[in-house]
C-alpha cells in the first residue's frame, strides 16, 4: 500500500488548497479514506473521512462549511479541498486507509497558511 498526498504549499489567510493523495497497491473503490492533520507540538488530529462510495462523508467540527472531501475512484486518488483558510489550519496533512484493519499513512504535505 503507498499512499502519496501533494497539492500543499503556502497560502495567505482565507485562501485556498486542493490536497490530492494518491493510492496504490489496494483496491481503492472498497474502501474509505480520511485525512488527518498534526500542527507544530500537537497531537495528529482528525480532518475528514468519505466512504467507499464517496455518498457518506463526515468532518471535524472545525472544517465544516470550509473543507470538502471528495474521491475518484478511477483515479485512485482521495482530495481535500481547503476553503477560507485561517493560520490556525497550518500543518502537515496526511492520508489514512485502512486495509484489512491495517492502518497506512502518507507521508503528509505541508500547509502553511500565513500573510
Known amino acids: 500500500v503507498q499512499l502519496v498526498e501533494s497539492g500543499g504549499g503556502l497560502v495567505q489567510p482565507g485562501g485556498s488548497l486542493r490536497l490530492s493523495c494518491a493510492a496504490s497497491?489496494?483496491?481503492?473503490?472498497?474502501?474509505?479514506m480520511s485525512w488527518y492533520r498534526q500542527a507544530p507540538g500537537k497531537e495528529r488530529e482528525y480532518v475528514a473521512r468519505?466512504?467507499?462510495?464517496?455518498?457518506?462523508?463526515n468532518y471535524a467540527d472545525s472544517m465544516k462549511g470550509r473543507f470538502t472531501i471528495s474521491r475518484d475512484n478511477a483515479k485512485n486518488t482521495v482530495y481535500l479541498q481547503m476553503n477560507s483558510l485561517k493560520p490556525e489550519d497550518t500543518a502537515v496533512y496526511y492520508c489514512?486507509?485502512?486495509?484489512?484493519?491495517?492502518?497506512?499513512w502518507g507521508q503528509g504535505t505541508q500547509v502553511t497558511v500565513s500573510s
Open positions: 489514512r486507509a485502512d486495509v484489512g484493519g491495517i492502518d497506512y
Open positions: 497497491g489496494f483496491t481503492f473503490r472498497r474502501y474509505g
Open positions: 468519505i466512504l467507499r462510495d464517496a455518498g457518506s462523508t
